[in-house]
């Protein structure tokens, strides 16, 4: 995919959207070494996915009514990489910072998973393979309420859209597939689904697992509009998401190109970053190295 970016407003938000990234990064890193538990590599490599999707995406958000009828959706179905979540609703304005401190103590109403005590979060999830169908689900009902309640036609602005992000291990997962052809069956142009494509989980390599490298070709025989993307570029990302047709008749998969690990160099590309435990030296290295980009950005 071919795109340019011309508007100096666009490429004003991509860099807006890289610092926001960038301190919601040194965020994780400081909470998941606090909480002395969480699956940073995994929370890395899409967190500048998620930074976008809440900072550009879904523009029918809004912290003060989080269960509005008409608000966008986002399905966290790697679930286990919640802390990625975490900083960003907290970013968003739906998590207080006195709250996010509590993540990996006692009593916190923050789990290794989602769940719906939180604000913002929308199902309880991290049972791989499940969030695809409970998202095709959201998509589904929003097309049938717009039938049958709203007067504009059935290919007419969605009143929300839903976004699902998977992860790459997980499509090793039979319910994913069901999903998949359900999605192309209704028609879910309405429905976006991501898959972090860091090429590594608890086990190994993904290829070494269960490959998976015919994701193109294999999500386009189901139907689906299947656009790759550089995960671990924000223009890139903003670009994407910015061309999808939402009007198609087609549900759509981007293929998120990332690092596991990204953004602190002693993590990328290291499988044992899936559930690694921060020491108190690296926790720093990975914060000065984090601060130094952010001052550039600030520059």
């Not at 011309?6 to 994780?28: H, Y």
């Not at 608000?71 to 679930?79: E, N, T, Y």
């Not at 207080?96 to 005590?117: A, C, N």
């Not at 009902?141 to 976004?163: Q, W």
């Amino acid at each position: 995919m071919n795109i340019k970016v011309t508007d100096e407003v666009a490429l004003t938000s991509v860099k807006e959207l890289e610092l926001l990234a960038e301190k919601n990064r040194k965020r994780l890193v400081e909470v998941v070494y606090a909480a002395k538990a969480g699956h940073i590599g995994g929370d890395l490599s899409c967190l500048n996915v998620m930074t976008a999707l809440y900072f550009h995406v879904m523009k029918n958000l809004n912290p003060a009514e989080p269960k509005a009828p008409t608000r966008d959706r986002f399905v966290l179905s790697k679930g286990h990489c919640v802390e990625a979540l975490y900083v960003t609703l907290e970013a968003k304005g739906f998590l207080k910072p006195e709250v996010l401190d509590t993540l990996g103590q006692f009593g916190s109403i923050l789990s290794g998973h989602p769940t719906i005590e939180v604000p913002g979060i929308e199902v309880n999830s991290g049972a791989l393979g499940h969030g695809l169908s409970i998202g095709i689900g959201m998509a589904i009902a929003e097309k049938m309420n717009r039938n049958a309640y709203l007067t504009t036609p059935d290919n007419a602005t969605p009143s929300y859209r839903t976004y699902v992000l998977m992860g790459d291990g997980e499509q090793g997962e039979g319910s994913i597939y069901e999903a998949a052809m359900a999605g192309h069956k209704y028609q879910l142009d309405n429905l976006v689904a991501i898959i972090d494509r860091n090429h590594l989980q608890i086990s190994g390599n993904t290829e070494d697992v269960m490959p998976i490298d015919c994701i193109k070709e294999r999500w386009g025989a189901f139907g689906w509009d299947v656009i790759e993307m550089n995960g671990d570029s924000m223009e890139d990302i903003v670009k994407t998401f910015d061309a999808i047709d939402y009007t198609n008749k087609k549900p759509h998969l981007l293929v998120s190109n990332t690092t596991k690990g990204r953004g602190v160099s002693f993590m990328e590309g290291i499988a044992k970053w899936h559930h690694g435990v921060l020491n108190e030296e690296q926790c720093k290295a990975a914060v000065k190295e984090i601060e130094e980009r952010i001052k550039g950005l600030e520059g």
